[in-house]
């Protein structure tokens, strides 16, 4: 399933998919997610199984799909909806209240959104800000680029809807498991280690300044940072920047209103960007951890691949010696640090992060609200007690034995 038809569901008449092939950090599926959606992918033999008529289970919740299921599993699956339904309706209370940990220090949760429809769902899950605003998604299901227009018109309306919260907003990030057919990009080999994000803006150089054209028009109203993905030497963020200023300086000349103070900064999804966060952290005003691409580079395994999928460890030391890297070395240069990747709403993941000093985490819409019920109870004083033995653990089954015993999460 392409990323851009899950963008394109109407939650009124589709319940959910099911697809054969695919990862929990495929495209599809985390657009899924920020839909409420309930989608189990990588099956492998679904389409082949399921028959038109056919009575379908899809449970999100556990990666289930249960085809014709009996009148006592119908009805033990009505009373798993209804308990979660309830679940949700307690989670709704604190839809307005601050991210704070029980010892009092507050930790911003973010939406990650695809869309300007996304937004109202994000403030519904009493989203502080957008972490993560993916801008391709403005690219893609159509025939040709978007105007500069077009894009102001989309990024404006982000911004007022936020109303002064923060929006963080990644640049194209197009290559992967997202195509745009109309550029008529040749077929790569490895797509996600190809031709793709920063690596074509800055080749395709008309398209890139576009965008930033459209964003810092945009910028005035709200509070606009700027991202740029997939950055792998200090020399990539230089140039971007550079042309992001050179537009600024270009429609300041043409008298053309832009926000002062605009933040820039960078996604570390790059295992040698997150080596090199030291150097980074004294030129980026942020960093914004991207784990779904940064686990399956520093593992060598494609996030796409269902065989390869046991190794998508979030919580192997060695993606949380990097993360630490990152986030210590940003903290050094007074830089805040984010994740925008789906560890960032993973609860067995959440008293990590804390421990390890994360600033903003940002999710799908429909994690934010469980993410705040956890961080209330839990001290972040507590929690960075953890942070040596995590980082000194060998396998991701020793970490998350040790954090579910240390923090009693089921």
Known sequence: LPPSDPAQLNRQYVKGFATDIGGRTSHSAIMARSLEIP??????????????????????????????????????????????????????KLVHEATVTADGIHVELAANIGTP????????????????????????????????????????????????????????????????????????????????????????????????????????????????????????????????????????????????????????????????????AKEVDFFSIGTNDLIQYTMAADRMNERVAYLYQPYNPAILRLISHVIDAAHREGKWVGMCGEMAGDPIAIPILLALGLDEFSMSATSILPARAQLKQLAKEEAARIKETVLSLGTAEEVVSFVKRTFSLA
């Open 117 to 280: 429809d996304d937004v109202k769902g994000a403030l519904a899950n009493g989203a502080e800000g957008i972490g993560l605003y993916r801008t391709e998604f403005l690219y893609m299901g159509r025939s040709e680029l978007p105007t500069e227009d077009e894009q102001f018109v989309a990024y404006k309306t982000v911004l007022e809807q936020m109303n002064g919260k923060p929006v963080v907003v990644r640049t194209l990030d197009i290559g992967g498991d997202k195509e745009l057919p109309y550029l008529q990009l040749p077929k790569e080999m490895n797509p996600f280690l190809g031709f793709r994000a920063i690596r074509l803006c800055l080749e395709m150089q008309d398209m890139f300044r576009t965008q930033l054209r459209a964003l810092l028009r945009a910028s005035v109203y709200g509070n606009l940072k700027i991202m740029f993905p997939m950055i792998a030497t200090l020399d990539e963020f230089r140039q971007a920047k550079a042309i992001l200023l050179e537009e600024k300086e270009a429609l300041l000349r043409q008298g053309v209103a832009v926000a002062d103070g605009i933040e820039v900064g960078m996604m570390v999804e790059i295992p040698a960007a997150a080596v090199m966060a030291d150097q980074f």
């Open 39 to 92: 989608a189990v992918v990588g099956t492998k033999t679904v389409t082949a199984e399921v028959k038109n008529g056919d009575i379908v289970i899809v449970d999100g919740l556990d990666g289930q799909v249960i085809i014709n299921p009996s009148p006592e599993l119908l009805a033990q699956y009505e009373q798993k909806r209804a308990r979660y339904e309830a679940q949700k309706a307690e989670w709704a």
